[in-house]
C-alpha cells in the first residue's frame, strides 16, 4: 500500500489495489487478465461462453473506478462479482470438462 500511495490508509484506496489495479498480482483485475488470456489460448477461435462471460466481468474491472464502486455499495459490488463469478465457472466446466449431460450425451 505505502509503496503505491505513500499516504494514510484509506478503505477506498485499499478496495482499489484488491480489486482494480492491473498492477497488483493479486487484484480482482489482474487475475481476469491472465484468466482472459489463458482462456484465448485454450478456445483458439472458438467462440465459447465462458470466454463472453470472463470479458464481461474483465471489463467491468478494467475499465470501473472506485468512486462509482463505493457509490453502489462495496458490499453489492463483491456480492455481485462472487455471483458472475461463479456462473462463469459453471460454464467453464460446462464447455471444457466432460460434465454429467455430456457423458450421457456421449454414450
Given at each position: 500500500?505505502?509503496?503505491?500511495?505513500?499516504?494514510?490508509?484509506?478503505?477506498w484506496r485499499i478496495a482499489e489495489l484488491l480489486i482494480l489495479r492491473a498492477d497488483m498480482p493479486r487484484?480482482?483485475?489482474?487475475?481476469?487478465?491472465?484468466?482472459?488470456?489463458?482462456?484465448?489460448?485454450?478456445?483458439?477461435?472458438?467462440?465459447?461462453?465462458?470466454?463472453?462471460?470472463?470479458g464481461q466481468t474483465y471489463a467491468r474491472l478494467r475499465y470501473g473506478r472506485i468512486d462509482k464502486i463505493?457509490?453502489?455499495?462495496?458490499?453489492?459490488?463483491?456480492?455481485?462479482?462472487?455471483?458472475?463469478?461463479?456462473?462463469?465457472?459453471?460454464?467453464?466446466?460446462?464447455?471444457?470438462?466432460?460434465?454429467?449431460?455430456?457423458?450421457?450425451?456421449?454414450?
Amino acid at each position: 500500500y505505502r509503496r503505491v500511495y505513500h499516504d494514510t490508509v484509506y478503505p477506498w484506496r485499499i478496495a482499489e489495489l484488491l480489486i482494480l489495479r492491473a498492477d497488483m498480482p493479486r487484484s480482482l483485475h489482474h487475475c481476469y487478465e491472465n484468466v482472459i488470456g489463458t482462456l484465448d489460448e485454450l478456445s483458439g477461435k472458438k467462440q465459447l461462453e465462458c470466454r463472453r462471460l470472463a470479458g464481461q466481468t474483465y471489463a467491468r474491472l478494467r475499465y470501473g473506478r472506485i468512486d462509482k464502486i463505493f457509490k453502489s455499495g462495496l458490499h453489492e459490488f463483491l456480492t455481485d462479482f462472487v455471483a458472475n463469478n461463479n456462473a462463469f465457472g459453471v460454464q467453464l466446466q460446462d464447455d471444457f470438462l466432460m460434465t454429467p449431460a455430456a457423458l450421457a450425451g456421449a454414450a
